[in-house]
């Protein structure tokens, strides 16, 4: 089910089968609240991916923290229901600047893009990459694409992207070589909150659609993502 | 207080890192050689987790807007106050007005200047240490202002010996190390040199040994991970790595070898042992 092992001197990675799968991401993440809950006191954090987790560990050696959490039973500890986090997305294609890009290699009209991206409910599997880039799963087969032959070298916060079977949102300002199809006008990773993202793992992603009057309205008022959930 | 004139290649506020984080994604950052960063601070007699200054290759030029007392730890640069030549490891003090001008590195890369005091430096997610999109800027900048409330604590004064920078960097064996493709045993044997291709976030490796490894199923990574990508390149994440990562991670650098090879210049060859 899943193989401990050491990860330098501070650390221990858990590993799970080797494939992306909601299921196997599940028990990642009932790993996790089983550490945090059960050895709190050796655990400085915990970073969890697809189908792994990192465990970064204080006052123990990972070999003692290793046989220590040896056993550990996942049963049950699944009971949390996912949120759903809606994120409008203007798709203007004054936003959305590789939009034709994508309907030439994806033989989609743009409007079938928009239907097909918005229509889907995305799994959140972890952040990383940029603070707060989050890893979505779910993109329809249809919507793959492969990235820019030359990445940007400066992308807007919000930009609204796909690069080869990933769809995600740059939180920051950054260089990228995504294929932009859009952007958000929330903002996904806000420093001034005590939780940059009040998103979880295993919670659900829909993006909504939205005008540009609308996308003008809602960059005016500067909500996050919990805001805009409200 | 103090000012920036000139900031030099690459000069940032630094300090043990941030921890607690990496969850969203945010980097772990701090002093690429936290050793040198804990000596500075540790001569000063302040808290041993308060920021310092760490520069790279060439250094800043300071005013001090104010009397401090100051320490330079790290790599050795050529370092003067006003036309005074300063050596490292031995505290002084400066008064008002006098100007540290840090110019090139004679031996090592990173150097850090510890201040005795309170550093009232942006404080993002429990630490002072400056990245980009975290705080409000990635580093120093010409005319910022460091604001420091000295503090007269006790200095220290040890007799430190400075250690050459080390040619054998300690390693251990990464999740992946077992499906490198190629002779695994020739890790241990090449040599490696430090490539122009550096940073705070990661250092290309170059060694003439035909290695790879397949990509992985996003994990996470951390500093001190050597990561071997499908085309052959060794890169050691550093300080202001990335959370995460889709390389092969087939070696680890402990805590004390993230500092030994930071100090390491472009060219500098050494070899990996197994600790």
Not at chain 1, 2 to 28: C, M, S, W
Not at chain 1, 130 to 150: E, I, Q
Not at chain 2, 122 to 133: A, D, E, I, P
Request: proline letters at 7%; hydrophobic letters at 35%.
């Amino acid at each position: 089910m899943y193989r401990p092992r050491t990860f330098g001197n501070k650390a221990v990675l858990f590993e799970f089968d080797n494939r992306i799968d909601p299921e196997i991401h599940d028990q990642v993440i009932a790993l996790a609240h089983e550490l945090n809950s059960r050895f709190d006191t050796y655990i400085a954090e915990i970073i969890p991916a697809y189908n792994s987790l990192l465990v970064h560990l204080k006052q123990i050696n990972p070999e003692v923290f290793i046989a220590q959490t040896n056993g550990i039973v996942l049963e049950g500890a699944n009971h949390k229901k996912p949120m759903t986090w809606r994120i409008p997305v203007c798709y203007d294609e004054s936003l959305g600047l590789d939009l034709e890009e994508v309907s030439a290699y994806t033989k989609l009209d743009i409007s079938e893009i928009i239907q097909q991206h918005s229509n889907t409910l995305y799994r959140f599997y972890f952040n990383g990459f940029l603070p707060g880039f989050m890893y979505l799963g779910g993109l329809s087969s249809a919507l793959h694409c492969p990235r820019k032959a030359s990445p940007r070298t400066q992308i807007p916060k919000g930009a609204v992207g796909i690069g080869g079977e990933q769809t995600g949102v740059y939180p920051s300002n950054s260089p990228g070589g995504w294929n932009i199809i859009g952007q958000t006008p929330l903002t996904l990773f806000d420093l001034s909150d005590e939780s940059p993202t009040p998103m979880k793992p295993k919670d659900l992603v829909k993006f909504t659609p939205i005008d540009l009057n609308e996308f003008e309205e809602l960059n005016a008022q500067q909500l996050n993502l919990a805001k805009y959930n409200a | 207080m103090l000012k920036i004139l000139d900031p030099g290649i690459y000069t940032s506020v630094q300090d043990q890192g941030r921890f607690g984080y990496r969850k969203y994604g945010v980097p772990v950052s701090g002093a690429m050689d936290q050793d040198a960063y804990i000596l500075a601070n540790k001569l000063v007699g302040t808290p041993l987790n308060e920021a310092v200054i760490e520069f790279a290759f060439v250094g800043p030029k300071i005013e001090f807007l104010e009397d401090c007392q100051i320490v330079l730890t790290g790599a050795t640069f050529n370092t003067f106050l006003d036309d005074k030549e300063l050596s490292i490891h031995i505290p002084i003090a400066v008064t008002q007005g006098q100007v540290l001008e840090i110019k090139n590195a004679r031996e090592g890369c990173y150097g850090y200047l510890g201040i005795a005091g309170k550093w009232n430096s942006q404080f993002v997610m429990g630490s002072k240490s400056q990245y980009s999109n975290i705080t409000s800027s990635p580093r120093l900048q010409k005319n910022d202002i460091v604001k420091i409330v000295p503090s007269n604590g006790p200095i220290n004064r040890y007799d430190i010996q400075k250690e050459p920078p080390k040619t054998e960097i300690e390693v251990v064996k990464g999740p992946e190390f077992d499906q490198v493709k190629g002779e695994k045993k020739f890790i241990f044997n090449a040599e490696f040199s430090i490539s122009k291709n550096l940073s705070r976030m990661g250092i290309k490796l170059d060694s003439s040994i035909q290695l790879s490894a397949k990509e992985i199923i996003t994990s996470p990574v951390m500093p001190g991970v050597i990561q071997l990508t499908p085309g052959g390149e060794f890169i050691a994440l550093m300080r202001d790595a990335q959370t995460t990562g889709g390389y092969a991670r087939v070696l680890i650098l402990p805590d004390k070898s993230i500092n030994h090879l930071s100090q390491l210049k472009p060219g500098s060859k050494f070899t990996f042992k197994l600790a």
